[in-house]
């Protein structure tokens, strides 16, 4: 019975309701899935084309970003270092994830691969404070 009513649920649910779920992030799953782990800050964003620079365009854009890391909790990236991220993104559809990074604050990241980096993950500070928190508990004690 339970399992009707949430079918029932999500099917009167809009679609963008459905397909837009935020899923909290796993700490543990974070660390294990990634090779390299950091806190950065971008130095330097560029969007292509540069009308994509107004949070307001609705097109595919191309968006490169150099970050600089403030703290390294896995990989070989230590603080001081460089490295570039880039990836096609697009604000048109239902959920987009192309919403682009405009802000100067430092950011978690994680990911893969090689530089430039397209496929990576970014944690706010402020608003996924638990991930913040689990890594500076794990390696503060551990004396990294």
Same mark, same amino acid.
């Given at each position: 019975?339970?399992? $009707? !009513?949430?079918?029932?649920?999500? /099917?009167?649910? #809009?679609?963008? +309701?459905?397909?837009?779920? =935020? ?15 950091? $806190? !950065?800050?971008?130095?330097?964003? /560029?969007?292509? #084309?540069?009308? +994509?620079?107004?949070?307001? =365009? ?87």
């Amino acid at each position: 019975m339970k399992f $009707v !009513a949430i079918l029932l649920a999500l /099917s009167m649910a #809009p679609v963008e +309701a459905i397909a837009c779920m =935020y899923y909290p992030p796993n700490p543990k799953g974070i660390l294990s899935d990634n090779k390299n782990v950091v $806190v !950065a800050y971008p130095i330097g964003i /560029s969007n292509i #084309p540069r009308a +994509a620079n107004n949070p307001a =365009y609705k097109e595919d854009f191309r968006q490169t970003i150099l970050w600089k890391v403030v703290v390294s909790w896995k990989g070989k990236y230590q603080p001081g270092d460089q490295f570039t991220t880039r990836r096609s993104l697009s604000r048109d559809g239902m959920c987009s994830t192309g919403i682009g990074i405009y802000t100067e604050k430092p950011l978690i990241l994680a990911f893969n691969g090689t530089e430039p980096y397209s496929e990576y993950y970014d944690y706010s500070i402020e608003h996924d404070p638990e991930v913040f928190e689990y890594f500076q508990k794990k390696f503060v004690k551990a004396g990294t």
